[in-house]
């Protein structure tokens, strides 16, 4: 989950198909990910930062730096 000098690693374990819209709209950061049709939600964990967002599926980390801080209570998984 971090590198040897503590920041944040991104990755994409599972290779799965994703977005980050950071520029499109000044006010607002979209990040979508597709993931399996028939996935159970237990299987699904999404973790929102305000310098980062992760996504755990199936036991496979997707995890992104992100630019600008978001606020986390305003957002939405």
């Not at 950061?29 to 973790?47: D, M, Q």
């Amino acid at each position: 989950m971090y590198t040897k000098e503590g920041e944040i690693r991104q990755c994409n374990e599972g290779r799965f198909k994703f977005s980050l819209l950071e520029y499109d709209d000044p006010d607002y950061t979209f990040f979508s990910i597709e993931v399996p049709r028939h996935l159970e939600t237990s299987e699904l964990e999404v973790n929102i930062n305000p310098k980062w967002v992760s996504v755990l599926i199936k036991k496979q980390l997707t995890q992104l730096r992100l630019t600008e801080e978001i606020i986390v209570h305003e957002s939405k998984s």
